[in-house]
Structures are given as C-alpha cells and as structure tokens.
C-alpha cells in the first residue's frame, strides 16, 4: 500500500577539493521524544472513478493519485485517550495528545507491494495538538511497506517537525493501517483482539474490517483491472494492528546528526 522507501538529500560538499583533511563522521542521532497509542480514521479518494459504482475511488490496486486524510478517534477501549507524546531535553515534558491528524496524497500510487519506480511516496502534513493548548506540525512521506519485519499491514514514516512541539527535530516512524467498511451492525469499538483472531471484531463504531479489499492489496504486481479499492482505513501508530496484531514502533523523534535513513 504505502510504500517505497524515500531518499532524503544530502548536504552539498562545500569548497571541496580546496582542504586536504577528512570531515568528522557525524554523530548518532539522539532521540528526544516519541508518541505512542495515536489513532485516526481515514478516508481515501482519487479522481479516477470506481466501475463498479460511478464513485470517487479510494486507494486501489492500480496507479492513480490518491489523497488521504485522517482524523483522530480514541485509542482501542476508550473513549477519551487519543494518545501520549514524551519529550526529554531540549524537548521535555509529558504531552497529552487531543487531536491528531493528517492529509498525505500522491499523483501516483497502488495499494500493492509492488516495485513500480513509476510510484510516488504519499506526503503531506501530520499535526498534533495537546492538553497544554502547544501543537505540533511535521512534514513527512510514508517509505516501504512492513519497514521493521514485523508484519504486512504496516508502513514506515520519515520527516520533519516543521512548526511547535520539538520544531527542527527529524521524525522516523511505523504505522499500522486497517482497511473498513461501514457497518451498521458493528455497535461497539475495536476491543484489542486483532481481526486474524476474531473475525467478528469490529474496527471501529459502525465500521468492520474490509477483509476482502484488503487480502486484495497484498498481491505483490498490480492485477490487470482494478480489483481492491480501500476508500476507508483505520489507522494508528504505537500499538498492536488491528488485523494481524503486528507491532509498531510508535513515533519518534531524534536530533543532533545527519537525518537518520
């Protein structure tokens, strides 16, 4: 789905040849903060319209553009937290998380994991704001599918905090990813038991899991006609899948060297 691993710039070289000594290696990364347990429901929408109903398609097994843009929901058996950021210095404090957000799009982009160089990395802006009234701004753009091994329902996420809360700090991250459906059924909450043990789990009030859609993306090149289209996710970072149990590393975010491919 998200995938593709994004390649940061380096810094140019400067007067080079001028100096006859070697540049100091740069220092590891210092990791000044992460957040954990964030949750959003997300909706997917490309220009290409959907055969089967006339439609706006979301995310599909093709190439085309796709704009998602997320909301926060509370984390699984809540109703009231939507997350938690700890900071150390130069960033410290606990922060409370209250809305968090986001809107990522791409010209170009499928659900499969598929090695197509003619794909671009969804990006866009993820915002935070906290119980202390401070807010947070990063810019990012999802890498690779499954970046840590640990399951296929997760993506990497790599960027910049660009505004607020640890503003110029680089942000590294995984992120798990639910495809729904509405449904009117589902009278409860995603409880904790991921759907690959309860496949009658619900993944959040009013919507169930998109088994179907999402067995379709995990075809490894593109089908010859459109077969999967995810116009709803549920999604999170910090926790356990909500459909295989995979874990995510949260969050993070470090200061004090060159950014950390």
């Known amino acids: ?140 753009a999802l890498t690779k599918s499954n970046p840590s091994g640990n399951g296929a329902d997760t993506v990497g996420t790599k960027g910049i905090v660009t505004k607020g809360v640890a503003a110029g700090a680089f942000t590294d991250g995984e992120l798990w990813y639910a495809p729904a459906v509405k449904d009117k059924t589902k009278t409860v909450d995603y409880a904790g038991t991921p759907w690959i043990t309860d496949p009658n789990a619900s993944a959040y009030t009013g919507y169930g899991f998109d088994i179907g859609n999402a067995l379709g993306c995990q075809a490894a090149v593109e089908p010859g006609v459109e077969t999967s289209n995810l116009r709803i996710l549920i999604v999170g970072t910090g926790s356990p899948s909500e459909i295989l149990g995979s874990t995510t590393g949260g969050n993070n975010f470090t200061i004090g060297a060159e950014y950390p491919i």
């Not at 000594?21 to 319209?49: D, E, W, Y």
């Not at 439609?55 to 599909?60: I, N, Q, R, V, Y």
């Not at 109703?79 to 700890?86: E, M, P, Y």
Request: hydrophobic content about 40%.
């Open 1 to 140: 789905m998200m995938k593709r691993i994004f390649g940061a710039a380096s810094a140019s070289l400067l007067l080079a040849g001028a100096v006859a000594f070697a540049a100091p290696a740069s220092a590891a990364p210092t990791n000044v903060g992460g957040c954990n347990a964030t949750r959003g429901l997300a909706g997917a929408k490309s220009t290409f319209i959907w055969p089967g109903d006339g439609k706006p398609a979301g995310l599909t097994d093709k190439n085309h553009d796709v704009a998602i843009t997320t909301k926060v929901i509370p984390t699984a058996g809540s109703l009231t937290n939507f997350g938690t950021c700890i900071f150390t210095a130069p960033f410290s404090g606990v922060k409370t998380v209250t809305k968090w957000g986001g809107k990522l799009s791409s010209p170009v982009a499928d659900c499969v994991s598929d090695t197509d160089s003619a794909e671009i990395p969804q990006s866009g802006k993820i915002s935070y704001a906290f119980s202390d009234l401070t807010k947070q701004d990063t810019y990012v």
